[in-house]
Every structure is written in structure tokens, then in C-alpha cells.
């Protein structure tokens, strides 16, 4: 019975895990450049420095001794122990070695809105769902083990400016996040026992997935400054705007037309997504949206994603 | 957010203004006419101004300059001026000769909104042998002044058997142009080209080879936009010509006469009428000879009831004519078509038979 269950967890990891995203397919393959790969890093760094707190909200759920002896080590893993150091640190380690003063990362100055949105929207979820649900959330793991090993494997091959030393983070995980995510799951296992708490678990995990794909997102896209490109004309016709470039004229509807007014190079995507996200605050893929409708644009030659 | 295709199905969005048959090139692919309009024949300014703003009162939105040689005409600024205060998107076809990046600016300056250029080749020796003149130099140095004024550029390059294993070559002339978008752009076997096919038509590997070189082209980014479709004799489907004749595009001859298409007038008994007589409104919605086509009506068998008719629109009517005779049949580069062995008889043609160009020259051109 539960088997089915499993399944269904890893399925939607299969499916959703942010090892399907064209940054971290580019990363791994390479493709990424020093800049790009610093950008990540620094972000990232915000999300590492979120764990704690929510492990800690975690803890403040269960009644459980050995429940929380055990969801504790988290924490101790990421702030480390007087007799180790912890996944904080060593992250700070892989900034040196890409380049960047550690304190300034650790600052969290240069976080970007997007990054900081999908972060802290992982806290408020833990804080705002009960504790199945919340380790449900965390059962990303079961993937953050081998997808680290890749990580590091990639980082040696094809970034060979990255000290070496710097990767001891993507090592650490590789044997801690298997053995958090098999507790994580005999837990989930366990404590749903009803149909319906079958299906909080799922969704719980899917949307864990989704907001590491918005961190991501939130990397790639906040670095970018959409602009209009200068020889686009727009026409108002009774059935709305025409947006005409050189041998195209594309019917854009209303938010596409906004969208493409705030297109003006100063804002970067993330404001431009921040517009319509302001208006739609319960719809998390309205970011997405924006987007997905930017790169269309880039490639009928209407918008330029500068850097 | 959504952006689509503008609506509704006929509505005339593209006109291009073919301001000359004049011009300096002698392309054996020319897929203008055989007959060729002389230059007394051709339309004055004030009647091209007067067809411009007609154009916007019917809805166009882009008008093309073209020709021939669109700036052998002395008015084009004054052309492109009009355009522009009928709030058409102008947009220059240009040999890159007689203009100069001189003439090109002062084009800018009334109005101009984008450059469209021919190259032959990805390099000089070869793309002045098919234009026939020394030109290749001029085209990049054109191309150059185009990006340097802020106009957005498209290379144009007609490919048949002799360019195109050199599809990597001039993609990459098109990135050191910083061209926004190249058309590689294969032979249309209709009028000049027709008499040269043997000799310009690649095989079907090199065609294979040609689009693997595209699709890794493309990985590298958005720019440039790169326009490749495997050509019509090769893909067993129509191309849809005109995206669907008298639907969205028409062309205005030298000689003032309003075609659904380029190759139209080759077409016999049709009579189109011509903006020295009737407004370009008549002549767009009630022409004889743009009616003929129009919609689905004229359609015979496998067409009638063929569920693609929508999207192709029977392949191309001059082509049925060039190679069939008779522009009411099945476009035969159709797989569907009972005439398709014509097409397939060209295709497997034996490369080593291959016959050498004829080069065409219309003294016109010199003027």
C-alpha cells in the first residue's frame, strides 16, 4: 500500500526536481560562466542560511523527543559543532573560491528579490503547514545526494578556475542529505495514513520543487534587463495593440502590452515580473508566466535580455 | 499574456512596392518576371504616395521597398518620407548598389525602420560570380553603416547547389555583421530560375546537411534570428505561398499593376488591374485576376477536402503553371499531387549532369 505512495513522492521528483532546469542542465554542462556561476553562488548562499530556520520551525512542531533528537543533527550540519564545520561555512568556502569576500556573501547584500521571494516562501510554508507536510517538503534530499555528486563532478571537470577545496559543500551532502531524506521519508511513511494525507504530502513536495526552481529562476532571471528593442513600433487597433518589427506584427493582448512597457531597460525581469505578481500574490507561476512570455519576445526579436 | 497572429483572415498587412525593375545584379535565380517593365512604364512619386496612404486606410502595416533595385530611383527618400506619414513600417530590399552608406543615411533620416540586403555568398569571389558584378564588398559595408545608423538588418541569401555547404559561413558573416536575422532562403524554381534549375538544385543530403548546421546555429542564442524551411521540392508538402494568395499580401508592379504575388503576372487570362485606373481598395478586393485564387472556391481535387488546405493553401499557383500549365491544379511539389513525378524527376536528377548557369541582364539596370 505504501509502495504506491512511494512512488508517487519519487515520481514528482522525477518530474519536478530542479535537475531539469536549462541553469542547472547548463551548469553541469559547463556553460555557465565565472560570472553566472558567482551570481548563483551568492544567491544560493540566502537559501543555505534559510535551512536552520526552518528546521528550527520544524522542531517546534513535534512532541517527539526522538523525533526532534534526530531532526536537530540538521541543524548542527548546517551551523556546525564546536568539533566540525557546518554547511554554512563550507558554503562561504566555495564563495572564497569562486572569487568573492566572504563577508560580503554572508551579508546577503547582493541577494536578488527573486531569490529572496521563493526562499522565504519555503519558510512561510513549513511555518504554515503541519509537521507531516513540512518533512514532506523536505524530501528533496532523496535527489540532493547523487545530484550533488554529479554537481561536483561537473564543477571539476568544467571549472577548473573553482578551487578544488571550495567543492567540499557538494561532498558533505552527498552523504547527509541520503541519510536525512531516508529518515525524512520512513517519517512521511509512517504518519500518512489516510488518502488525504497522501495527497498533502504530495503537494507539499511539489511545491518544495517549484520554489527551487523560483530560486533559480530568480538567479537567471533577476541578472537580466529586458528592453524593447528601439525599431519596435505599437498601433492601436479596435482589437487591441500590434506590436510590428521588421517583416512580424505580433496581436498582443493587454498584459502582454504592459509587460512589454516595462520592458524599458532599467528594470531588470524581476521587476517586471513584480508588476503583475503584485496583482496575482496568490499565484506563485505568474513569475513564471512573465518569463516564459519574455523569452517568446527574445526570440521574435521584440525584446533584448540585456545583462 | 498572449501574443498571436493579427486578425481577421483577409486583410491586406504587407505591401511591397516594387518601385523598378531596373537593376545592377544579373542573379540566374532572378525571380522577378522574363518580361520586364521599362522605366518609362514606371509609376511616378505622387502615385506611390497615393497608393501608400491607401495601403494604411486598408490596414497594412509593413510596406516593403523593393524592386529591381529599390535606389536606382532618385525619389526614394521622398518614398520612404510618404511612407512613413502614412505610418507605414518601412522596410529597404536592397542590393547594397548604387546605395551607399551616404544615401542610406539620409534614407534613415526620413523615415526609414529596417534593411533587408542580398548577399550571394559568404565571401567575395563567389558572391560576385553569381550576382555577376562585383558587388560583395559594398553589401558589407552597407551592412555595417545599417547596424552603425540603430536600423535592424536582415541578410538575405538566396542558396541553391552552389552555396549551400556554406550555410556555417554565412551565418557567421550574419553574427559579424551583427545582422539581427538571416533568411537563407532556398531557389524558387519559377522564371529565371526555372531555366537554371538543373544546375542550381542541391541533392537531399546536402539539403540534410545544410539544416543540421542550422539547428546548431540556433543553440548559440537568439541572435541571429535565422530563417531556414527546407525547401518545397524536398519536403513532399506546398510551401503556403504568400501566406495564402490575396490574403494578406499584395505587390504593386513597376507598372502599377496589383499582384497577389511576384510571379503572378507570368500567370496567362488573369487580368489584374492597376493603380493608374482604380484605387488600390478595388484593386486588392475586387481585381479579376486576385479573385481567381482567392479562398477555397477554385480548389479541385486532392485539395478540396484535404484537411491542410488550411494551412498551405494549395502550394503555389505559379508554380502548377511553370511546371504543369494549368495554375488551377495542385501545387505538384505535394506529395498529395497526382502530378508530384515532375518534382521528383527534377529531384533525382543526376548531379553530374548539371549544365552551367545563364546569367540574366537587363540593360535597364545600367541607368
Known amino acids: ?307 | 499574456m498572449s501574443a498571436g497572429a493579427p486578425s481577421p483572415s483577409v486583410r491586406l498587412l504587407n505591401l511591397v512596392a516594387e518601385l523598378t525593375h531596373r537593376c545592377p545584379l544579373q542573379c540566374p535565380y532572378c525571380s522577378n518576371p522574363l518580361a520586364l517593365a521599362p522605366r518609362r512604364d514606371e509609376l511616378d512619386t505622387a502615385t506611390w504616395t497615393r497608393i501608400f496612404r491607401e495601403a494604411a486606410d486598408l490596414g497594412a502595416v509593413h510596406l516593403g521597398l523593393t524592386g529591381g533595385e529599390p535606389s536606382v530611383r532618385d525619389d526614394l527618400p521622398e518614398l520612404v518620407a510618404s511612407a512613413r506619414d502614412a505610418d507605414l513600417y518601412t522596410h529597404l530590399v536592397t542590393a547594397a548598389r548604387p546605395l551607399d552608406p551616404a544615401g542610406l543615411a539620409r534614407l534613415r533620416t526620413a523615415g526609414l525602420d529596417s534593411v533587408q540586403i542580398s548577399i550571394q555568398d559568404a565571401e567575395a569571389g563567389p558572391s560576385d560570380e553569381i550576382a555577376g558584378t562585383e558587388s560583395f564588398a559594398a553589401k558589407c559595408a552597407l551592412a555595417r553603416a545599417t547596424r552603425e545608423l540603430g536600423l535592424p538588418l536582415t541578410l538575405n541569401v538566396v542558396l541553391h547547389r552552389r552555396n549551400l555547404g556554406r550555410v556555417g559561413e554565412l551565418i557567421e558573416l550574419a553574427r559579424e555583421l551583427d545582422a539581427d536575422r538571416i533568411e537563407l532562403a532556398n531557389t524558387q524554381y519559377l522564371g529565371w530560375a526555372l531555366r537554371n534549375r538543373d544546375a542550381l538544385l542541391p541533392t537531399r543530403a546536402a539539403i540534410e546537411r545544410a539544416a543540421e548546421v542550422v539547428r546548431e546555429a540556433r543553440r548559440h542564442g537568439p541572435r541571429p534570428e535565422i530563417l531556414f524551411v527546407l525547401p518545397d521540392y524536398f519536403r513532399g508538402r506546398p510551401k503556403p505561398c504568400t501566406g495564402g494568395w490575396g490574403r494578406r499580401h499584395a505587390i504593386v508592379a513597376p507598372d502599377g499593376r496589383v499582384l497577389p504575388c511576384h510571379g503572378a503576372s507570368a500567370l496567362p487570362d488573369l487580368e489584374f488591374w492597376s493603380v493608374r485606373d482604380h484605387s488600390l481598395a478595388d484593386c486588392w478586393e475586387r481585381s479579376p485576376g486576385i479573385d481567381a485564387y482567392r479562398g477555397e472556391a477554385w480548389m479541385r481535387e486532392p485539395c478540396r477536402s484535404c484537411p491542410s488546405r488550411g494551412d498551405d493553401f494549395g502550394g503555389c499557383r505559379c508554380q502548377a503553371f511553370a511546371l504543369l500549365g494549368d495554375a488551377a491544379r495542385t501545387d505538384p511539389a505535394c506529395e498529395l499531387s497526382p502530378d508530384h513525378a515532375v518534382v521528383r524527376a527534377a529531384r533525382e536528377e543526376d548531379p553530374a549532369a548539371a549544365t552551367s548557369l545563364v546569367y540574366r541582364s537587363t540593360s535597364a539596370g545600367r541607368g
Open chain 1, 1 to 307: 500500500m505504501t509502495g504506491a505512495f512511494e512512488a508517487r513522492l519519487r515520481g514528482i521528483l522525477d518530474e519536478h526536481y530542479h535537475h531539469r532546469h536549462p541553469f542547472n542542465v547548463r551548469m553541469h554542462a559547463g556553460e555557465l560562466s565565472p560570472d553566472e556561476i558567482r551570481r548563483w553562488v551568492r544567491n544560493r548562499y540566502y537559501y543555505q542560511t534559510r535551512i536552520p530556520i526552518k528546521d528550527g520551525a520544524i522542531l517546534t512542531k513535534s512532541e517527539d523527543p526522538t523525533f526532534r533528537r534526530g531532526w536537530i543533527r540538521r541543524i548542527h550540519d548546517h551551523d556546525g559543532t564546536e568539533a566540525r564545520e557546518g554547511g554554512l561555512d563550507l558554503w562561504l568556502r566555495l564563495a572564497e573560491a569562486t572569487g568573492q569576500d566572504r563577508r560580503e556573501v554572508a551579508s546577503l547584500a547582493r541577494v536578488l528579490p527573486g531569490v529572496r521571494r521563493a526562499c522565504d516562501a519555503y519558510v512561510a510554508f513549513v511555518e504554515g503547514h503541519d509537521l507531516l507536510a513540512s518533512v514532506a517538503s523536505s524530501l528533496t534530499e532523496l535527489r540532493a545526494g547523487p545530484f550533488l555528486g554529479e554537481r561536483a563532478e561537473a564543477f571539476e571537470m568544467h571549472y577548473d578556475w573553482i578551487a578544488p577545496e571550495g567543492l567540499a559543500y557538494f561532498r558533505s551532502r552527498t552523504t547527509q542529505a541520503p541519510r536525512d531524506a531516508e529518515e525524512g521519508m520512513a517519517f512521511v511513511l509512517a504518519h500518512a495514513t489516510t488518502s488525504e494525507d497522501e495527497a498533502r504530502c504530495a503537494e507539499a513536495l511539489l511545491r518544495k520543487c517549484e520554489i527551487l526552481g523560483e530560486l533559480l529562476d530568480g538567479v537567471v532571471w533577476g541578472g537580466k534587463r529586458p528592453t524593447l528593442v528601439p525599431h519596435a513600433r505599437t498601433r492601436q487597433e479596435a482589437e487591441g495593440a500590434l506590436l510590428v518589427l521588421p517583416e512580424r506584427a505580433i496581436r498582443l493582448d493587454p498584459s502582454a502590452e504592459q509587460i512589454l512597457r516595462a520592458c524599458d531597460g532599467a528594470r531588470d525581469a524581476d521587476a517586471v515580473a513584480a508588476v503583475f505578481s503584485e496583482r496575482h500574490p496568490d499565484e506563485p507561476s505568474v513569475a513564471r508566466d512573465v518569463y516564459d512570455f519574455l523569452e517568446q519576445m527574445e526570440q521574435l526579436g521584440a525584446v533584448e535580455l540585456r545583462a
